[in-house]
């Protein structure tokens, strides 16, 4: 993409209600647009983030068995009734339609996904059933805050799975348990300061499973266990004061933003609306249910409050929207033109500031967005056939020749 | 995908619903759910076909030079001030969040596309700008009918435009005009039953144009000039009695669904926000903007109405959720399993219906489903080393070797 054809730009000014890393960033890059507390509109580049971290957690979740389902925002007012959650379910968007009708909005799927996946199961033969889908949740907070961390409205992943017994739903719990570490390693959060973090369970487990993100600005209080690697949020600790593995009672208080969640809900929502399946002699058993929830625009948010210096975002490989941002400085087009198509036709995703302006600027520009490679090209560097080759997570620069950009830009990011 | 993974089933039932055939055969095929009146789930089939239609539109859009955005669905009342929109926008979902915040649910976007752009347009270097979303909208239909065709929550592809001066409007306007009738044969419409339809324009043109695709449970009175093949919406009929193109007055009435419009919206919505651009002499001057939608689910829901008969569902090629379904009839899972394989290992995507069942009822889920090639392998085909082929839309089958099969599905598809 050429930058001169984006409509967006960076911009100097902080905005007024950045109160975080990723407030700040993201607007100032032209990643969002804040449209209201809690609601932003997600602009190309920030579009392109948010499609390759759903991506990420897509490919993991159909290995995982999920299959892919698409639910509506609106959602009958009976569903909640049914679940007793009408009126107790706090941040509720309620809303009356015409005739009377009335919806709630989203804000969890668990009210539309129990009928509609009990509609196909009949037997035993039917169970296992694991779905998902990807879609924007909406919920009434009171204090929306930090970004795109907590929004009224934000993307979500949510996987709900369906069993025939409790043991089954435990299996498949404790496998979604590890292949979540292994989805947050992909989307760029390194191991060490990712936590599994016990939490409140409800009526059908013990404990439910947040994984928590070491930061600063993390709005979670949870206390770390540095043998097991595992964490206690501070919800629980009044019931749980040593590490639910080893006991160890020395445990450390961290904060930590939640990234994601998963939960046994056991029978409650399928005893609600009734959902049986006949098992091998024909008796009619509850079915049992877990869900396992991860943001994908709250991983957006997290990435930056994480990989960020005083200049700008600095992105994952995985996660960046674009692989290389070409910065061409002077009068150098048709050479700079020659590299963006030559990197274009390797498949190489490419951001190339092809706008005038100065040198410093430009290079600023690029420091904000924080893609992983930058390419600066001047009449300086093709004098020596080469260009200005930096990282932007490693203040050094060097110089690479033109002839061997191609290989090294794939090297790099085979690494 | 085996059938025997997939979660949904098909269903001898016709739903109590089911005022049409794509209410019909979508739900009773496994492609949606339905929530409540006008609200769907789109099932794994269903999220496939809507995913096509989406990416068909989405490519031929970033063509037309639209930069892809996702707004979102909750949208601040003061917006709705702004354009006089917020008490006489009939079909508004409006709603009161905490501290008595009040929103709209998007029905359309032009009250956050405006001031989002407008936050990027300085001088007319930076015009013109298209950019576009695909993302669900909310109607308070007063009556929510036919299935996927008029529903309270759609998925949406809104194109805007925005520009200098009247001119350079008008040359994109017509340059979309002529490009939606490519989207449209893409998707499948014969350009035989897909009519430009002239309809009301507003303060700033004397006319909108819609896409009316002809099929008799269509919400919408046309009149259609047969020399021009062009139409005119009855709406307009008392002043345009006449065919706008070759004043031919005489006019065919006929039923059309509504696919697609587009829409000269002038300066209303910049003069509302005060976007402006600086001209070359530094004057400074509205934008003028352009609006351009095709709704995917609506798209889907059309299609099934004109490709069906009484069996079920027939797919355009490019829009079918497999491009293959293999049925395996009797005992023949080890050859099956092997040609199914081999499909999949060439690219081409397979429902492969291993399920037990009697052959009459996996040939009926076959022409319910409607993928375009059906193939069945049973002990009578593997004698001759063949299988059934068997297109849709024809009622012959006839045998082809197994050897050969890879080879003819790719030449099928590149028909």
Redesign the interface.
């Known amino acids: 993409m050429k930058y001169s054809e ?4 960076t911009s100097k000014n902080i905005p007024a209600e950045a109160d975080s890393a990723n407030a700040r960033f993201l607007v100032q890059g ?1 990643f969002v ?1 804040r ?3 809690g ?6 580049l920030g ?1 392109r983030v ?1 499609r390759k971290i759903e991506q990420i957690i897509r490919v993991e979740v159909e290995m995982m068995g999920g ?10 007012k ?2 909640w009734v049914t679940t007793n959650r009408w009126d107790t379910f706090d941040v509720l ?3 009356t ?2 005739q009377g ?1 009335e919806y709630a ?1 989203g804000a969890t799927h668990e009210e ?1 996904v129990t009928p ?2 009990g ?2 199961i009949f037997s035993y033969k ?1 169970l296992p ?1 694991k ?1 998902f889908q990807i879609q ?1 949740k ?1 919920r ?3 204090r929306a805050k930090s970004g795109i961390l907590r929004g ?2 934000f993307s979500m992943k949510d996987l709900y799975s369906f069993h025939a017994n409790q043991e089954d739903l435990d299996v498949y719990y404790d496998f979604v348990k590890k292949s979540y570490l292994k989805i947050f390693k992909k989307l760029g959060f390194d191991s060490n300061i990712t936590y599994i973090t016990y939490a409140s369970g409800g009526a059908f487990s013990k404990f439910s499973h947040e994984y928590q993100v070491l930061s600063d600005v993390g709005e979670d209080q949870i206390y770390v266990c540095e043998k097991c690697h595992v964490a206690v949020n501070h919800e629980i600790l009044d019931e749980q004061k040593t590490c639910p593995e080893c006991n160890n009672s020395n445990l450390v208080s961290k904060k930590g933003i939640e990234v994601g969640n998963i939960f046994k809900l056991g029978t409650k929502f399928s005893d609600a609306f009734g959902i049986k399946y006949a098992d091998k002699d024909g008796v009619l058993k509850p079915v049992v249910m877990g869900c396992y929830g991860i943001g994908p625009s709250r991983i957006m948010g997290t990435l930056v409050e994480i990989f960020n210096d005083e200049k700008g975002i600095i992105w994952p490989k995985s996660i960046a929207p674009y692989q290389v941002h070409i910065v061409s400085i002077g009068d150098v087009a048709k050479d700079a033109d020659k590299l963006y198509e030559k990197l274009m036709s390797e498949g190489i995703e490419v951001l190339y500031n092809d706008r005038d302006g100065r040198a410093g600027a430009k290079l600023n520009d690029a420091d904000l967005i924080g893609i992983p490679l930058r390419l600066v090209i001047s009449s300086r560097t093709l004098e020596k056939g080469s260009v200005e080759w930096k990282e932007r997570s490693n203040n050094d620069a060097e110089e690479v020749k033109l002839d061997n950009v191609v290989e090294l830009v794939k090297k790099y990011y085979l690494k």
């Open positions: 984006l409509f967006t730009r032209g647009h449209e209201t507390a609601v932003y509109s997600y602009l190309p579009l948010l299959q892919e389902i698409l639910m509506p925002v609106l959602s009958p009976e569903n968007f309620r809303l339609g015409v009708k909005l539309i509609l996946v509609d196909y039917d059933i779905v924007n909406m009434n907070e009171l009224r409205e």
